[in-house]
């Protein structure tokens, strides 16, 4: 699990070019939701060592979160091959998080 935000988030032609899975966690470390995410999404991620996950510090104006339409944080974008094959908004269990990178593993 990367514990880190991006200093630098990728351009959206690099994510779209991304081959294998891929989990894409937009926030911010300042926000509340964000952090009571992290022991879930760790949790859910433990299994799941070979997923890339990318901690990206949103804001307004950020244009990758923009390009995916994040709205709340913490969103998890669960990625394929560069495709999205699901999200999660404000996860509440590590559960929701396993069964979401079950559809990209």
């Known amino acids: 699990m990367n514990t880190q935000y991006e200093a630098a988030e990728p351009r959206r032609e690099e ?3 991304w081959s294998g899975p891929a989990l894409l966690e937009f ?18 991620l433990a ?3 070979g997923v890339r ?3 990206i510090a949103d ?6 979160g923009r390009s995916f ?3 709340l944080w913490p969103t998890l974008v669960f990625l394929r091959d560069g495709r999205e ?5 404000r996860p509440a269990d590590a559960g ?10």
Do not use: F, M, N, Y
């Open 27 to 44: 926030g911010s470390p300042w926000c509340g939701w964000c952090r009571r995410a992290q022991p879930l999404i760790a949790e859910a």
């Open 85 to 89: 094959l699901g999200r999660l908004v």
């Open 53 to 55: 996950h990318v901690k």
């Open 47 to 49: 299994a799941h060592p």
């Open 69 to 71: 339409t994040v709205k």
């Open 96 to 105: 929701a998080i396993r069964e979401a990178l079950g559809t990209i593993v």
């Open 59 to 64: 804001a307004s104006g950020r244009r990758l």
């Open 15 to 17: 994510v779209d070019a």
